[in-house]
């Protein structure tokens, strides 16, 4: 990092909005990450400088962050990579922009999708503190506008999660910031349909103006003369006239057109100018939406993250917008239809729906509406009926871990069952309606860790509920968790038992193993000396035994010159005494 701007070498051409960093790291403290999130991190930065393919498959193999509440400090690379793909998706400026609104057209949506996917694990993995670093907003206000409801969807859940912790955009945008998610979180083409008639998988309980589009605005006198003005330049033979202007689309899901399309048409025909076009532009994505299963649904789900993320960022209950409310529906009313188990809705608008009343609860917004609604207070309500129902599939069930769809259901349930009860009103309603004997076998069965964690949380805020007491030792509620604590420490006791026994054969194994590789060079050093001696044996053998061939030659030799040997002699006799030499002989 280099005075707030990230330096990377030989980095691909979408990656080159790098060197803008939204982060500065050098402003903020961080702590240290788990192993766990240090390998994901390690992961995303090496595949930073692969190609997009690449880049790609390894977003996907990612299916999991751990949620051990980690600084998001710790993910500042990773988020400003994030950015930097997305800023380059963005639509280019255009001299259009003043009269519509840049629609957003990404060329791989499947990149985007995992990014968006990827960030919203990563924001709930993270603790709140810091979230307001998060800096791509100025991309999620643009995603808003795309035609492909899935990514609308994926960038409306990044809003949700952040909640109340996002930033604040400069200017007029915050302003259409709000607008946009509150375009998405109104009624059904602005019609008080049911929620739960339009998540289910047939559209036959929908009327048949639910998917026509109906839109009003009003055009001001200077608008219609910047209208008139560009359409003269553009040679257009178009005259628009201030006052209302009413347009009403029968069976728009008829149009084969694309919603940015036919709202740019209708814009150009009507004087609809880029403030209003975007709510048109969301009236039109129901109505085409509405005779489609899948796409309507999506538009369920769109509608309560959008909800959620208003609500989260509200701080007292007259600033929520009295669309949330709906005309004839109470909205606490619609949301408990949607979470009841007994309704066949897909499991991602039930926990969505969840979420949405979360967020009320955490905002301490209608609790007593919500207490009301689900029935807190009565043994028969739609709460504690569901806490029991849950509960006995789950000590039912045989095989643990459970399902996939049922944990998240109980994982949701749960979160709204503890967020309920750290009010006093919903503590002392819920354990009047015998939640504290739902719950207390949980503890006593020994099994299901991650809810017995939840379960003691809940009950612990439910100890301090007036006449809650006398519940508690009737129940023997303290016996069952010295009980539950027993089995707790015996089950660490033998992991860990176990993990010094891996330990032990794992060193145990590694002695063997050299006490092998010891073994065989010792044989190798052996046959080594074993071969060495052989050959010296027979080099002396070889030296000791007498050649005929070499007697009979030396002593022809000496016969052959008797004289030289006399004159040697001789001169040996004459010359100085000299130092023995030494021979050698080879053979």
């Known amino acids: 990092t280099t005075h707030g701007r990230v330096c990377v070498q030989e980095q691909p051409a979408r990656f080159s909005c790098l060197s803008q960093m939204k982060i500065n790291a050098k402003e903020i403290k961080r702590t240290e990450a788990s192993p766990t999130t240090r390998a994901i991190i390690q992961r995303i930065e090496d595949a930073n400088s692969k190609d997009e393919e690449e880049f790609l498959a390894v977003l996907k193999s990612i299916t999991e962050v751990p949620k051990c509440k980690d600084d998001f400090t710790h993910w500042v690379t990773v988020m400003d990579c994030f950015d930097a793909v997305l800023q380059t998706t963005l639509p280019a400026p255009s001299d259009q922009d003043q009269f519509f609104i840049p629609i957003y057209t990404p060329a791989n949506t499947e990149l985007v999708l995992e990014i968006l996917r990827l960030t919203v694990l990563i924001i709930e993995s993270c603790a709140s503190r810091n979230l307001n670093l998060y800096s791509s907003l100025e991309v999620i206000y643009v995603m808003l506008t795309c035609d492909d409801l899935h990514i609308v969807m994926n960038a409306m859940a990044v809003l949700s999660a952040l909640g109340r912790h996002r930033q604040t955009l400069e200017g007029s945008k915050e302003i259409e910031f709000q607008a946009r998610c509150m375009a998405y979180a109104q009624a059904w083409n602005k019609e008080s349909f049911k929620l739960v008639d339009c ?34 330049k553009a040679g257009v033979l178009h005259e628009y006239h201030a006052g209302l202007v009413a347009l009403h689309l029968k069976q728009a899901e008829l149009s084969g057109e694309a919603p940015s399309r036919l709202v740019s048409r209708l814009a150009a025909e009507h004087g609809i100018l880029p403030h209003n076009q975007f709510e048109l532009l969301v009236l039109v994505k129901l109505a085409k939406a509405g005779a489609d299963e899948v796409q309507r649904q999506l538009c369920v789900r769109i509608r309560l993250l959008a909800i959620s993320a208003i609500v989260l960022e509200t701080t007292s209950a007259p600033n929520v917008p009295d ?152 129940q023997r509620s303290m016996q069952a968790f010295a009980q539950r604590i027993s089995h707790e420490v015996e089950v660490a006791q033998a992991y860990m038992q176990q993990e010094h026994a891996d330990g032990a054969a794992q060193a145990l194994d ?60 001789a001169a040996a006799s004459d010359s100085p005494p000299s130092q023995p030499v030494a021979t050698t002989t080879t053979t």
Do not use: W
């Open 199 to 232: 998540a289910r998988d047939s559209a036959a309980n929908l009327p048949q103006q639910a998917f026509d589009v109906v839109f009003k605005h009003y055009l001001t006198a200077s608008e219609a003369l910047q209208l008139n003005t560009a359409a003269e």
């Open 323 to 474: 669309v949330l409310e709906g005309s004839n529906h109470n909205m606490i009313v619609e949301l408990s239809e949607l979470v009841a188990d007994t309704v066949e809705i897909s499991m991602p608008i039930k926990c969505a729906a969840f979420r949405a009343l979360q967020s009320f609860a955490r905002t301490q917004m209608r609790v007593d509406s919500i207490l009301q609604t689900l029935g807190c207070s009565s043994s028969h309500g739609l709460l504690p009926s569901l806490l029991r129902r849950q509960v006995k599939l789950m000590l039912d069930s045989p095989t643990e871990p459970l399902p996939a769809d049922q944990t998240l259901y109980l994982t949701n349930l749960f979160t709204l069952t503890e967020l309920l009860v750290s009010y006093e009103a919903g503590s002392s309603d819920l354990t009047l309606a015998g939640v504290v004997q739902t719950l207390l076998p949980i503890i006593r069965s020994n099994r299901f860790g991650k809810f017995s964690t939840r379960t003691a949380r809940i009950l612990e805020l439910m100890f301090e509920a007036p006449d809650s007491r006398a519940i508690f030792l009737e």
């Open 510 to 569: 590694a002695v063997v193993a050299q006490v092998e590789v010891d073994t065989q060079l010792a044989e190798a050093a052996a046959s080594t000396i074993n071969a060495a001696l052989a050959a010296q044996a027979q080099a002396a053998k070889l030296v000791a035994a007498p050649n005929p061939a070499a007697t009979v030659l030396t002593k022809d030799a000496l016969e052959a010159a008797p004289d030289k040997s006399t004159d040697s002699a």
